[in-house]
Each structure stands twice: as structure tokens, then as C-alpha cells.
């Protein structure tokens, strides 16, 4: 059984359509695939209204979250939330809060390479993002077409990088009012990605323990921006707090080189997962 619990769509910032995105799933041999795309449950209908026979389908929601340590350093992270409530009035009030967030900051990015000389404009990030959660794939994206850098990933390391002065923060929300919001929508919150350094700062175990304290029920383990080290450590983390240890490839399509079930999710884990108590069931045969 393959089981893939982190993808991204048009919904936010994937390259697929929702539909097009459990269809891919299915031709790579997936039995599980989880629809993740940042704050927001757009794609869900048109993902399970597509599902290809024999797929199953998770519905969930990749959550914008960030941690202020008591020295006043802030890192980002991201909650994965499966099975919620989507109609869940708190929830979709700090979703739109953030979606609208990425759409400042998305435009003030543009603005400041435009600034330095940048051939890249508004109007081309807004084409590309259509309706979904504009997110710097998006600027990305406009830059490659734009002929100045040879693909996503470039455009990331050179340009769009936090430690590149073009960089705007997001707004996020603190990830112990996330975990509240999503358990009492009735989600399952694991923690994406959560030793990803290669991203910027990572938070410490001791936070992962107060977090799931607060309701934390996973940790993933094996992702493509984890090395070896990482998913050890992770492994370990998980095991002495009693967290689920989930694998994911965090697909994006064509915005990121990583193909979809590259990570995976042990069969025996989905089923713990699924024993917990939920808002909703995954769509399935």
C-alpha cells in the first residue's frame, strides 16, 4: 500500500489541478493520496469529485504557522491537518487572514525585484496563481519566464530566499493557537517537515514536546528535505513522545523537482492515524 500525505495543487501553490493532482497520483501507483494546499480547503471538491477508482482520498490543509521562543527568536513551520471541519467558521476566518497576508507580501516581493531590475510584474504572478494561495512558487514561476532564472528552484536560492533582500514575511499564526483551532475543528495536526534546515531555523524538541502537549498527534519523519540524520533524529523524537511518524513527499508538479510518493507513509501509521477521532473520513473505494 502507497500512501503519500502531503501534495500541493492549484489550490495554492502546486501546478496541478486538483483534479489533475489525484489523477497523477493514481498513474504513479499512490492508494493514498492527501490533498494539503496551504490555508485552504479549495481543492477538496474538485479532488474528490475526480478521484480515479481504487484511490483513496484524504482531504486536508497545510497550516502557515510560526513559534516565538522566549529569547524572541521566530521560526516558521507548518502544521499538516487532516479531516477537518472545512466549514469551521474560526478556521476558514484565519485562513482567509493569511491568504490575504500572502497576497501583501507576494505583491511588496514583486515590487522589490522590480525595483532592482527584475523584468517581473504583478499581473504575471496573479495569471499564475489564478484562484489559488499566491506563495513565491508563483514569483518563481514569472521569473523563469521571464528568462531570468533557468527553473523554480534557482529562483528560490538566488532571488527568493529569506536571506535575499527581496524577501517579505508572511504572516503566520502561532502554532499553539493553530493546534487549538484544528483540534477543536475536529483535525488531526501533524508537524510537516520539522528538522527541513535547509529552509531556515528549525525549532527545538523541547518545543515538538510542548506542542504535542497542545494536541500534536504526528511528526514527519521521512521528506525530501530531510536527510538521513534528520529522519533518525526525527524517528527518535517521535518515538519518545508517542507521535505518529508519517512520510510525505510534498509535491508541488512542475515547481519543485521532487515527484509525487518519493516519500511514503507506512500503512501500519495511516491506520493509527485513522483510529484517532475526526471531523471527517478519507474518500475511498
Same mark, same amino acid.
Given at each position: 500500500?502507497?500512501?503519500?500525505?502531503?501534495?500541493?495543487?492549484?489550490?495554492?501553490?502546486?501546478?496541478?489541478?486538483?483534479?489533475?493532482?489525484?489523477?497523477?497520483?493514481?498513474?504513479?501507483?499512490?492508494?493514498?493520496?492527501?490533498?494539503?494546499?496551504?490555508?485552504?480547503?479549495?481543492?477538496?471538491?474538485?479532488?474528490?469529485?475526480?478521484?480515479?477508482?481504487?484511490?483513496?482520498?484524504?482531504?486536508?490543509?497545510?497550516?502557515?504557522?510560526?513559534?516565538?521562543?522566549?529569547?524572541?527568536?521566530?521560526?516558521?513551520?507548518?502544521?499538516?491537518?487532516?479531516?477537518?471541519?472545512?466549514? *469551521?467558521?474560526?478556521?476558514?476566518?484565519?485562513?482567509? $487572514?493569511?491568504? &490575504?497576508?500572502? /497576497? %501583501? #507580501? !507576494?505583491?511588496?516581493?514583486?515590487?522589490?525585484?522590480?525595483?532592482?531590475?527584475?523584468?517581473?510584474?504583478?499581473?504575471?504572478?496573479?495569471?499564475?496563481?489564478?484562484?489559488?494561495?499566491?506563495?513565491?512558487?508563483?514569483?518563481?514561476?514569472?521569473?523563469?519566464?521571464?528568462?531570468?532564472?533557468?527553473?523554480?528552484?534557482?529562483?528560490?536560492?538566488?532571488?527568493?530566499?529569506?536571506?535575499?533582500?527581496?524577501?517579505?514575511?508572511?504572516?503566520?499564526?502561532?502554532?499553539?493557537?493553530?493546534?487549538?483551532?484544528?483540534?477543536?475543528?475536529?483535525?488531526?495536526?501533524?508537524?510537516?517537515?520539522?528538522?527541513?534546515?535547509?529552509?531556515?531555523?528549525?525549532?527545538?524538541?523541547?518545543?515538538?514536546?510542548?506542542?504535542?502537549?497542545?494536541?500534536?498527534?504526528?511528526?514527519?519523519? *521521512?521528506?525530501?528535505?530531510?536527510?538521513?540524520?534528520? $529522519?533518525?533524529? &526525527?524517528?527518535? /523524537? %517521535? #518515538? !519518545?513522545?508517542?507521535?505518529?511518524?508519517?512520510?510525505?513527499?510534498?509535491?508541488?508538479?512542475?515547481?519543485?523537482?521532487?515527484?509525487?510518493?518519493?516519500?511514503?507513509?507506512?500503512?501500519?501509521?495511516?491506520?493509527?492515524?485513522?483510529?484517532?477521532?475526526?471531523?471527517?473520513?478519507?474518500?475511498?473505494?
Amino acid at each position: 500500500m502507497r500512501i503519500d500525505l502531503h501534495t500541493h495543487s492549484t489550490a495554492s501553490d502546486g501546478t496541478d489541478s486538483p483534479a489533475g493532482l489525484v489523477r497523477v497520483a493514481a498513474a504513479a501507483g499512490l492508494d493514498v493520496v492527501a490533498i494539503t494546499d496551504h490555508d485552504s480547503t479549495r481543492g477538496w471538491d474538485d479532488a474528490l469529485a475526480a478521484r480515479p477508482d481504487g484511490l483513496t482520498v484524504v482531504p486536508g490543509v497545510e497550516f502557515s504557522c510560526v513559534h516565538h521562543g522566549d529569547d524572541g527568536r521566530r521560526v516558521g513551520l507548518h502544521l499538516l491537518a487532516y479531516l477537518l471541519d472545512p466549514d *469551521d467558521v474560526a478556521l476558514q476566518a484565519e485562513w482567509t $487572514r493569511l491568504r &490575504a497576508g500572502r /497576497v %501583501a #507580501r !507576494g505583491r511588496q516581493m514583486v515590487d522589490n525585484l522590480a525595483a532592482a531590475g527584475y523584468p517581473v510584474s504583478w499581473e504575471q504572478v496573479e495569471t499564475l496563481a489564478a484562484d489559488g494561495s499566491v506563495g513565491r512558487p508563483h514569483i518563481g514561476r514569472a521569473l523563469v519566464d521571464s528568462g531570468v532564472v533557468p527553473d523554480v528552484s534557482t529562483a528560490f536560492r538566488d532571488l527568493l530566499s529569506s536571506r535575499q533582500p527581496y524577501y517579505v514575511r508572511k504572516p503566520d499564526t502561532d502554532v499553539f493557537e493553530a493546534l487549538a483551532l484544528v483540534r477543536a475543528a475536529g483535525g488531526l495536526p501533524v508537524f510537516a517537515h520539522p528538522f527541513a534546515r535547509r529552509r531556515g531555523p528549525v525549532v527545538g524538541d523541547e518545543v515538538i514536546a510542548a506542542m504535542t502537549e497542545a494536541g500534536l498527534i504526528g511528526l514527519e519523519v *521521512d521528506h525530501p528535505d530531510h536527510d538521513a540524520d534528520d $529522519r533518525a533524529h &526525527a524517528r527518535d /523524537v %517521535a #518515538r !519518545g513522545l508517542g507521535l505518529l511518524g508519517t512520510g510525505s513527499s510534498d509535491y508541488h508538479g512542475t515547481n519543485k523537482p521532487t515527484p509525487i510518493g518519493m516519500c511514503l507513509t507506512d500503512p501500519d501509521v495511516y491506520a493509527q492515524l485513522l483510529e484517532r477521532p475526526a471531523a471527517r473520513t478519507p474518500v475511498g473505494p
